[in-house]
């Protein structure tokens, strides 16, 4: 069932649910995942969002996300200034995508920590997203739970130990999904939870061995 | 239980003596295991978000197309001279809906209800009776967990997004959420919300979602006036005791139907109606060759 207050919901900032803010989400999500405030950001527009997302703010908004603004924030329209004062890099153009839902965004962000990382998202609607792609890797989250995403290797009980440090941490897992693109390269696995993990099991999950990364999007309050 | 149908709703009022809102409220709490409070203060922030992008209009903003806005504040000027064919209440609707619609095209804040495009039309129908002291907080807070429980029905039974269904999904739903809301407010009995949902819907059926340039400006913003003004007439007829002859539950599984037989153009593609009028075709043109 539909949450009401998906019906009644989101509070945001216009015009448009799925061009501004699932544009924004797209953004949080991306800032999130890199895990600190972008210093450089490539956004690609495909479809629909590079046709009609001057109009509707979808520029504004993802830099908006990618400052870590909420969907509901009124310096949304500002972002580009704000970015600007912030010392973020930004290039903003269309892109051509094959067989992509009309509402894609690739962004290729840099963090403060060095670290880079290319995310492939949809706006489906309503404010909904959908997370396709990270780092050349295929997945499939939208947001709606907190989401842990660990890159690991291909080894025989890596999964075994990372549910036990979740459970340990009385952590509750909703869904989950490994993604391999090849037999014995990296893994991603997706684990979307039902409570928030704390920052030492997140810790100990990182310090477990064959874990080479790991992303953490905690849900926005609403 | 879930909201997968009005007669459902409708039958577990009538069973327990629970009016329509309280159902739907009990069903939130089931869903996402939260609290009363809990529920109804979320329900407060959003009613406090729709009363704000109310009063923080300003008919001087435009949209970064430079199509939408300050048609509001026309409305308002007009109501104060006293000249408007409508009364007190349905001018404050009209402006009201032009407000909160303007506002979204211009970034303000709003509420999505269901959509961001149909985002004036409950404000349009509960501000003004809030403002006006005919209805309390509460009263109001009931009629949105109302509205709420008819906007997810749809949502399960049919959809709510122009892309999929065309404006009668957007619009049409707002409508009918707005309407089921007055019914609620006014002490309406559950089955005369199903019956001012039926008719709401049904008289908006069948339009289609063509926004000029892919904006949410044009004809959005006016279309949530007809919105309002349709719910509060299905609202009325409801309450007088006129039924709606095809069951309710009928009549959104019809507008889902009616929307998946749309063509493609006519849902939010921009690909026709009024979008590829000679001023839409105007307008896109402009738009694109400015970015």
């Known amino acids: ?222 | 239980m879930a909201l997968d149908g009005m007669e459902e709703i409708i039958a577990a009022a009538e069973g327990t003596g629970r009016p329509f809102w309280q159902v739907v409220l009990d069903t939130d709490l089931e869903e996402r295991g939260v609290t009363a409070r809990d529920s109804l203060e979320k329900m407060r922030h959003t009613w406090q978000a729709m009363l704000e992008s109310v009063l923080t209009y300003d008919g001087q903003r435009r949209s970064l197309s430079g199509l939408a806005g300050g048609d509001g504040a026309l409305m308002d000027a007009y109501a104060q001279k006293g000249e408007a064919l409508c009364g007190a209440y349905l001018q404050r609707v009209i402006a009201t809906a032009l407000r909160v619609g303007e506002s979204n095209a211009c970034m303000r804040k709003i509420v999505a209800a269901p959509t961001a495009g149909s985002c004036g039309v409950l404000p349009a129908v509960l501000v003004p009776l809030y403002q006006a002291g005919k209805a309390s907080e509460e009263m109001v807070l009931q009629a949105l967990y109302t509205a709420s429980g008819i906007g997810a029905v749809i949502s399960h039974r049919a959809c709510i997004a122009g892309a999929a269904g065309g404006c009668q999904a957007e619009i049409g739903s707002a409508s009918a959420m707005a309407a089921g809301a007055l019914v609620s407010l006014r002490g309406g009995s559950p089955r005369q919300i199903g019956h001012a949902v039926a008719m709401a819907l049904k008289n908006l059926m069948g339009l289609v979602c063509d926004p000029v340039a892919g904006l949410v400006e044009v004809p959005c913003i006016k279309r949530n006036v007809v919105g309002a003004v349709n719910a509060i007439s299905c609202a009325d007829m409801a309450l007088a005791g006129i039924e709606s002859r095809v069951p309710v539950d009928e009549v959104i599984d019809c507008m889902g139907e009616v929307g998946r037989r749309l063509p493609v153009e006519l849902r939010e593609t921009s690909l026709g109606g009024l979008a590829v009028t000679p001023f839409g075709k105007m307008v896109k043109e402009k738009m694109e060759s400015e970015s």
Do not use: W
């Open chain 1, 1 to 222: 069932m539909l949450d009401i207050f998906d019906i009644l919901g989101p509070v945001m900032v216009g015009p448009s649910s799925s061009h501004t803010a699932g544009a924004v989400r797209i953004g949080r999500m991306a800032r999130a995942l890199l895990g600190c405030q972008p210093v450089e950001a490539d956004i690609g527009l495909h479809g629909s969002f590079a046709e009609t997302g001057k109009g509707h703010g979808t520029d504004r908004a993802i830099v908006a996300g990618l400052l870590g603004m909420e969907p509901d924030n009124l310096d949304i329209p500002r972002s580009f200034e704000i970015a600007r004062q912030q010392g973020m890099e930004l290039c903003i153009h269309p892109i051509q995508l094959r067989e992509a839902h009309p509402n894609t965004a690739v962004l290729k962000v840099r963090g403060t920590n060095g670290r880079a990382m290319v995310l492939r998202a949809v706006s489906v609607g309503g404010g909904r997203i959908r997370v396709e792609e990270i780092d050349g890797t295929a997945v499939h989250f939208a947001g709606d739970y907190h989401t842990l995403v660990v890159r690991h290797k291909d080894i025989p009980g890596e999964l075994s130990v990372l549910t036990r440090e979740l459970s340990n941490a009385k952590v509750n897992i909703a869904n989950m999904s490994l993604n391999r693109s090849r037999r014995g390269g990296d893994v991603l696995t997706v684990f979307e939870v039902d409570q928030k993990i704390p920052p030492v099991a997140r810790q100990l999950i990182a310090e477990i061995p064959g874990v080479e990364g790991l992303t953490y999007y905690e849900k926005e309050d609403a």
